[in-house]
Structures are given as C-alpha cells and as structure tokens.
C-alpha cells in the first residue's frame, strides 16, 4: 500500500507524545499518595503499574504513526 | 541442609541449556570465524528473537535479586526501577534505530567503533571502551553473585558448582557466540515470567491478599524509628532521589555495551522500534518482582547474614513454595544470569578486539584473528569475573557495579548527542568525559562507594549519575560551541548519508531481514 504523502510530518509531530510519560512519571509529588487504593494496594504502586501500559500504548501509538516515515 | 529436589531440578534446567548453547552453533549457520557472525549474530534477529534476546539482557538476574533486596531494605523507593524501564523505551525508540542504521552502514560492532568514526579519533574510541569495559566487569560479576545465592540458598558449597557452571557458559559462548545466550533467552524469559505468574498469585493468596500485605508493611513502618522504616508510598525527602536515579540509570542503560549488542544485533531499525514498544512487559514483570519485597516484609523475613537485604527474594521463595518449584524458581534465576553474562563478556571482548587489540597492538589482523582473539578474550573476561567473585566480599562488588553506571553515563555525548549535533568539538567531549567522570568518582569516595546517592547542596540528596551528566554536557555544550565560532568544530568521517538506510533495492533485502551469508573463508 502507498504511504500516505505526509505520513513523515505525521510520524514526526507523534514523537511529541513520547514526553508524556516522562512528565507523569518524573515528577513523584503527582503520584506518591497513598489513596485511593486499588484491592488494598497503595495509589503509588498502582499508578506506575498502569504507566507501563500506558507507555506501551503511547510508545506503539507514535510507533504506527511514524510507520510511513519508518523505511525498513 | 541441602535441599536436594531443589538441586535436581537446577542441574536439569542447567544441562538443557548448556544443550542448547552448544546447539545454538549451528542455528542460521554462518560462518563463526567473523566478527559480525559470532559477535552480532550476523545482524540478522527479527523482532520476536531480539524480544527475548534484549529481554534477557537488560533484566539481569542480579536486577532480580536487588531490586526487590533495595524494596526490602528500604520499602517505596526501590521501586525507582518502574519509572526507569518505562522511561528508557521512548529514548531508544527515538535515538537507537539511528545508531543501529550507522552500525548497520558502516560495519560497526561496538559503540566505540562509531565514536572513532564519527570524531575520527581512536583516543576518545579508546576512553569510551575503557568506560565501557570497566562498567561491565564488575556487572558480569553480579551475575555470577546471582548463581551464588542461588547455590547457597540449595545448601551446596557454592563455588566449586560456579566454577562448572562458568566452565561450560564460557565454552559454549566461545563457541556459539551471541547465539547462545540469544536461545537460551527464549528459555529464561519463559522460566522467569512462570515463576513471577504464579508468585504473584501464590503469595499474596498465602499471604492474606495485597490489602493485608500493604497493612502488614504499614504498621511494620509505623512502629519503625525515622531512619529504618520501609514505607510503601514514597517520603517527599527522596522525591529527587527518586526522580534522578530513574532518569539517570534510564539514560545510562544503552550506552552500556552489552545494550548496544543486543541493539546491533537487530535486522532493522523497524525491529528496534517494535521493541521499544513491547519491551516494557518486562518492566511490568520487574515491577512485580520488586513487590516481592514488600511480601517479604510481609512474612517476616530476615536479612541473611551472608546476602544481607538481597537475599529477600529466596528467602521467600524458600518460605513460601513447595520446594520442587523453589527449584523452578532458582534455575529461573541461575539461568537468568547465564545470558546476561555471557552477551557482557562477548560485548566486552568485541571492544577489547575491536578498539584497543585492532587500533593499538595488531592493526593488520584479519577478520578471523580479529574473531579469534574476541573468543578468548571472553573467556578471559569470565574469569576475571569469577576470581573477582570469589576473591572479594560481594558488598565491594555491588558497590562497584553502582559506581558503573556513574561512570557509564559518561557515554552518553559520545554515543546519543553527537548521532544528532553536527557541531561537536572531540577535546569538548574529551573534557566533559573527564569533568563527569571526576565529579561521580569524587561523590563516590564521599559515600564511601556505598551509594549511589549524594547531596551536592541542591535538592537534597540525587543520583550522583544525573550530576555527573549534568556536568559533562556544561562542558560538552560551552566547549563545542567555543569551538565551532573558532572554525573547529571536529568533522569526523561521517555524512549524514551514513545515518540513512541504503537505497530501494537494498531496503528490500533489509525488509525480509536477510542479510547475504558470507562466504566461508572470503573474510
């Protein structure tokens, strides 16, 4: 299948996205409390937990967008 | 009191794998007389291989044992390692496939290989090996500390089965290259997320639930003085602690050489980005394996007087599980630090071969000698480590691989900044180099080599790494641009041509991940 024309400026401006989860994760006076509980584990646990997968998300987002730009 | 069910089942695992390691030789054949084949496997692993192959690298057995040690010793903060392996994936999905496609282009086989191309220096190639080797010596020997505990947790006098296990690693990797620990990976992932599955469902079943884990650890925390509780939500005092170590160790990872072979080793860039998307299962299950310590809060262990806080992991495994599949659990480990080691001793040797054997002593060696002497320099490689193990108390060691990463972060202008600015000076680098390295070692002797944090007078107490990158690119940034208004700024041998893949007829034989055989003998 053709690449989209401007499927390069897509995949460039996507990598903005990969600051994210520096910003949530860096910064541990967002996240270090320790409710709400989720199944009795502390918030600070939970919440780095679920950063993984928003990271794999994020990261395989901005993965098929630059797709087109992404020769071999 | 050995534990003999335990034992029968490490050596089992122990001997299907060293099968493999030697089998491992005739996977993909090539010819293992060149570099590039026995060092890189032929750059030729697709996506899923390079899984389980960086998997196993990066997520060493040591890493296993510390990480829930640290949580253990001193509750929330160990789990700095979450924060750092998220945070890795999106700098090597952004600066990896760039490095990969020079090394791809170019021929490279080490890290340092670029550096003395792109500066077109073999002083500063020789630094960056130096580092390289230095930060990896005393991590191949964590590994074998990782065997160690195991052994001893058995009941067996532990360093007579090291020296068998160390024997057999180094002759299949003498002989198989990086395509043993890349098949034996595929086994130790699948031991290891066996084992952290049913651990995390067992224990915490045997344990009252996670909400009576939490409440177990709480009340241990409430009734500890100031400076020995074990939290489990972060103090606000480590904040910065916990901040700069999680980026600083994410920045130092992949300069590390074991991380760069695993990256070269790749068939495509693409390749590369897809595993910066999937690796971070393996951050998922290291997260898991850090709450272990919190368990072992929880149930009551002690710190072993010969493994301090690091023996918590089997320790509780040891309390908690039948002891057929403590056995599962401790070959998981065991074979957990067989692949590691054996990629540090090839990427180690590589450099030895390639930057300082090549570029110093016998610079017109064939590709065969220069095959041959990466071969037995691995095997060197391995004793060091093992006399190191068996020579010195392990606290020395473990407080040497903490300076490794302070030292290895040094890396990073030579081996990520200069693959984007043009405008480097080689002495600017030369300088921030040694104002980075300076800077950590004298923070190192500060602490007396026992931690890895300091406070400079700013923020309280940080990673000593971050400082010492935050000093280096002052350095790096004043003197290169210093020297690019004076004209000097080093050009090297590169063009920016050299960063991007071949043209179409090429890229398609990249596409299917094939590269041409070689020829035996044509090296």
């Given amino acids: 299948m053709p690449e989209p024309p401007d499927s390069d400026g897509r995949g460039r401006w996507a990598r903005l996205l990969l600051i994210i989860p520096f910003v949530a994760l860096l910064f541990p006076t967002l996240y270090a409390h320790a409710e709400p509980r989720l199944a009795g584990i502390p918030f600070f646990i939970w919440y780095q937990f679920l950063w993984v997968i928003l990271g794999v998300g994020i990261t395989g987002l901005v993965y098929a967008l630059s797709r087109g730009s992404d020769r071999p | ?523």
Avoid: C
């Avoid at chain 2, 890795?88 to 600066?95: A, D, H, M």
């Avoid at chain 2, 190639?125 to 130096?130: K, T």
């Fill in chain 2, 1 to 523: 009191m050995t534990h003999w069910d335990e034992l029968i089942i490490v050596i089992a695992i122990g001997v299907l794998v060293s099968v493999l390691g030697f089998w491992a030789s005739r996977w993909r054949r090539a010819d293992l007389n060149h570099l590039e084949e026995w060092g890189l496997g032929g750059r030729r692993f697709g996506t899923i291989v390079t899984w389980f192959l960086l998997g196993g690298d990066l997520y060493t057995a040591y890493t296993f044992v510390a990480v829930p040690g640290v949580v253990f010793a001193l509750g929330a903060y160990g789990l700095f390692a979450l924060p750092y392996t998220i945070i890795i994936y999106p700098l090597v999905f952004l600066t990896m496939p760039r490095l990969w496609q020079v090394s791809r282009n170019k021929g490279y086989i080490t890290g340092s290989d670029y550096v003395r191309d792109r500066f077109d220096s073999r002083f500063f190639a020789l630094l960056i090996a130096l580092t390289g080797i230095v930060a990896t010596m005393p991590y191949i020997a964590l590994q074998i500390f990782g065997i160690k505990l195991v052994l001893a947790n058995i009941g067996i006098s532990p360093e007579v089965a090291l020296v068998i296990a160390f024997a057999v690693l180094a002759v299949f990797t003498f002989v198989s290259g990086l395509r043993a620990p890349a098949l034996i990976a595929i086994v130790k992932d699948g031991l290891i997320w066996l084992v952290v599955i049913v651990a995390i469902i067992y224990i915490p079943y045997k344990l009252g639930g996670f909400g009576n884990i939490f409440h177990k650890v709480e009340q241990a925390a409430a009734i500890a003085p100031k400076l020995k509780a074990k939290p489990d939500v972060l103090q606000g005092s480590l904040f910065n602690a916990y901040s700069s170590i999680a980026l600083g160790s994410a920045l130092a990872l992949f300069l590390y050489p074991h991380s760069l072979t695993g990256v070269f080793s790749a068939s495509g860039q693409r390749v590369i980005r897809r595993n910066a998307s999937f690796l971070p299962a393996y951050s998922f299950l290291l997260g898991v394996i850090g709450l272990f310590g919190f368990m072992a809060i929880a149930a009551g262990i002690k710190p072993s007087k010969a493994f301090g806080n690091n023996s918590a992991i089997a320790d509780l495994f040891q309390k908690m599980f039948p002891s057929w599949f403590t056995g599962v659990a401790f070959a998981a480990i065991a074979v957990g630090a067989l692949v590691p080691a054996a990629i540090m001793s090839i990427a180690a040797a590589n450099l030895f071969s390639r930057n300082i054997w090549r570029e110093y002593v016998h610079p017109a060696m064939s590709r065969r000698e220069e095959a041959t002497v990466s071969k037995v320099v691995s095997l060197l490689v391995k004793v060091g480590a093992l006399a190191f193990v068996l020579a010195l108390p392990t606290t020395d060691i473990i407080n040497y691989q903490t300076a490794g990463g302070v030292w290895m972060i040094n890396a990073l202008p030579a081996l990520v900044v200069s693959l984007y600015v043009k405008r480097l000076n080689v002495w600017a680098l030369v300088a921030g180099w040694a104002g980075g390295m300076a800077l950590g070692t004298y923070a190192l002797f500060q602490e007396k080599f026992a931690t890895s944090l300091h406070d400079f007078g700013f923020g309280g107490k940080i990673y000593i790494g971050f400082a010492a990158i935050i000093v280096n690119l002052v350095i790096v940034i004043a003197g290169s641009a210093v020297a690019a208004m004076a004209g000097r700024s080093t050009e090297g041998n590169l063009t920016e041509a050299d960063y991007q893949p071949p043209a179409e007829a090429e890229a398609d034989t990249y596409r299917t991940a094939s590269v041409p055989p070689l020829v035996p003998g044509s090296a």
